[in-house]
């Protein structure tokens, strides 16, 4: 989970002219999955997400939510505690805004949630401001933002569903009492953990997994390598494969030289591995 974790704060400290450079591991001895991150103030800020503080998942551990939000002011630095979430979340989306962090959705082992905040930071302190909540509760869904207007696609709404939401979502950042709109949903298969990019006007929707009931009754995974193209008032198209599966890639996708890359992510070659002590 740690080397995850560190994947992502690299991307979001990384320019595409500089080489990659560690920063200060968060002050957790197990680091976090699935949290919220983005810039705001300035600084970088990590909060929420699980782990398996006790025993790993194969030994029977439990996962555990936390509501944690850490700093990292300087990239030389280190992290700082400066707030709680409103309750312990994770595997939403998080999208960094010129007025501040906003997160939105994600869940616990019981519930997935509609709620969206925005984490604003400054002075070492954190202020959340409610924002209009989801259509209904979801988490494992992919987030961008264009021509600062919110997009939501895809995900599930509670923890133990065996089919994905095939919806897309927006938001007007601009317009006040502006409430979520359904759009056209993808043609393709409905999934969750995608990765969710916007690019010259259109929004880009690579990779995930599509869910289906497994011989247990639980929720079983068909690794997508599908990608696809929405254009406000234009609608869907296909677009080539991705060159592998990308599951849980970072989400929005970052642009870099005018490029949307797709950074690690998981392509389902290890998905009931289960390591053993020699």
């Given at each position: 989970?740690?080397?995850?974790?560190?994947s992502?704060?690299?991307?979001?400290?990384?320019?595409?002219?500089?080489?990659?450079?560690?920063?200060?591991?968060?002050?957790?001895?197990?680091?976090?999955?699935?949290?919220?991150?983005?810039?705001?103030?300035?600084?970088?800020?990590?909060?929420?997400?699980?782990?398996?503080?006790?025993?790993?998942?194969?030994?029977?551990?439990?996962?555990?939510?936390?509501?944690?939000?850490?700093?990292?002011?300087?990239?030389?630095?280190?992290?700082?505690?400066?707030g709680?979430?409103?309750?312990?979340?994770?595997y939403?989306?998080?999208?960094?805004?010129?007025?501040?962090?906003?997160?939105?959705?994600?869940?616990?082992?019981?519930?997935?949630?509609?709620?969206?905040?925005?984490?604003?930071?400054?002075?070492?302190?954190?202020?959340?401001?409610a924002?209009?909540?989801?259509?209904?509760?979801?988490?494992?869904?992919?987030?961008?933002?264009?021509?600062?207007?919110?997009?939501?696609?895809g995900?599930?709404?509670?923890?133990?569903?065996t089919?994905?939401?095939?919806?897309l979502?927006?938001?007007d950042?601009?317009?006040?009492?502006?409430?979520w709109?359904?759009?056209?949903?993808?043609?393709?298969?409905?999934r969750?953990?995608?990765?969710?990019?916007?690019?010259?006007?259109?929004?880009?929707l690579?990779?995930?997994?599509?869910?289906?009931?497994?011989?247990?009754?639980?929720?079983?995974?068909?690794?997508?390598?599908?990608?696809w193209?929405?254009?406000?008032?234009?609608?869907?198209?296909?677009?080539?494969d991705?060159?592998?599966?990308a599951?849980?890639?970072?989400?929005?996708?970052?642009?870099?030289?005018?490029?949307?890359?797709i950074?690690?992510?998981?392509?389902?070659?290890?998905?009931?591995?289960?390591?053993?002590?020699?």
């Amino acid at each position: 989970m740690k080397a995850l974790l560190m994947s992502t704060l690299l991307a979001l400290s990384a320019l595409a002219e500089d080489p990659w450079q560690p920063l200060q591991t968060l002050p957790d001895a197990e680091g976090f999955a699935g949290s919220f991150a983005g810039v705001s103030g300035g600084a970088l800020i990590v909060a929420g997400g699980t782990n398996f503080p006790d025993k790993r998942p194969w030994e029977g551990g439990t996962k555990v939510w936390y509501d944690s939000v850490f700093a990292l002011e300087k990239a030389d630095g280190r992290w700082i505690k400066v707030g709680q979430l409103p309750q312990a979340n994770g595997y939403g989306v998080s999208i960094t805004t010129p007025a501040g962090l906003i997160c939105l959705g994600g869940g616990n082992a019981d519930f997935h949630f509609r709620e969206v905040f925005r984490l604003s930071y400054s002075g070492q302190k954190i202020t959340t401001t409610a924002l209009p909540p989801l259509p209904q509760p979801c988490a494992f869904m992919a987030g961008a933002v264009l021509n600062q207007t919110l997009y939501l696609a895809g995900g599930i709404s509670t923890p133990t569903a065996t089919s994905a939401l095939s919806s897309l979502w927006s938001l007007d950042l601009e317009k006040k009492d502006a409430s979520w709109q359904e759009l056209p949903a993808c043609p393709g298969p409905a999934r969750i953990l995608a990765t969710l990019g916007a690019h010259e006007g259109s929004l880009y929707l690579f990779s995930g997994a599509a869910l289906k009931p497994g011989a247990d009754g639980k929720p079983a995974r068909e690794w997508l390598s599908d990608a696809w193209a929405y254009t406000p008032g234009q609608g869907w198209r296909q677009l080539p494969d991705v060159p592998r599966v990308a599951v849980a890639a970072p989400s929005p996708a970052p642009v870099i030289d005018g490029h949307l890359l797709i950074l690690g992510g998981d392509d389902g070659a290890n998905a009931n591995f289960e390591p053993k002590d020699q």
